[in-house]
């Protein structure tokens, strides 16, 4: 599977392409980061990134395309950029039929680390791990778009589904917290599950 993990912003959009095999093992293809400055219009540093990701989606035809979830944040208008960049970010692979996926930060601490509430530098030194990298991809916005895509891979039911042979020990706390949510979400509803 080849993920294009984008972690959005409006002044560094972080790009990261990464082939995880079936045995699990991720291999970093391309990692990058995008910038606008905040001296151009909102139009011009939108179509800055919109013709970066275009390029991207062409040269490395991923699979999907893994994106973090925007969520309520105190600055509102950085919330506004990182919403209209993942707006960009997604028609593009829209009109390449790339399936895309949202991921929360907290979702992509727990599939790399082993726990929602690591802080960037351990997400870095555990990407670097997994990749086997020789050091740490800068700026952070770069290592963040590499995690997003190692989390959507292994998430995912195809790199998952063979059992926990080969598993590592970050897949397989991303597993057992997975089941535990499901237990417990079973046990609070009374009547019939929703989907």
Do not use: Y
Not at 23 to 37: E, K, L, P, Q, Y
Not at 67 to 73: D, G, K, M, T, W
Not at 100 to 123: C, F, I, L, N, Q
Not at 169 to 193: C, F, I, S, V
């Amino acid at each position: 599977m080849r993920v294009l993990g984008v972690d959005p912003g409006l002044t560094r959009c972080g790009l990261g392409v990464v082939d995880v095999a079936a045995n699990r093992t991720a291999t970093m293809v391309a990692v990058g980061v995008v910038g606008s400055s905040h001296e151009q219009s909102l139009d011009g540093r939108l179509l800055v990134i919109a013709e970066a990701i275009d390029q991207w989606l062409d040269a490395f035809k991923p699979d999907v395309l893994a994106i973090e979830r925007v969520f309520a944040q105190t600055n509102l208008s950085t919330v506004m950029g990182v919403a209209q960049v993942s707006g960009v970010v997604m028609v593009a692979a829209a009109r390449r039929r790339i399936p895309v996926a949202m991921h929360t930060p907290s979702e992509v601490k727990a599939a790399v680390t082993g726990s929602g509430r690591a802080d960037k530098a351990s997400v870095t030194a555990m990407v670097v791990r997994i990749l086997r990298l020789t050091e740490p991809p800068r700026p952070a916005d770069a290592a963040d778009a590499l995690a997003l895509a190692i989390a959507h891979a292994w998430r995912s039911g195809n790199s998952l589904a063979s059992g926990p042979k080969g598993t590592t020990a970050a897949q397989q706390l991303w597993r057992d917290a997975e089941t535990r949510a499901k237990t417990k979400k079973n046990k609070e509803k009374p009547g019939h599950a929703w989907r």
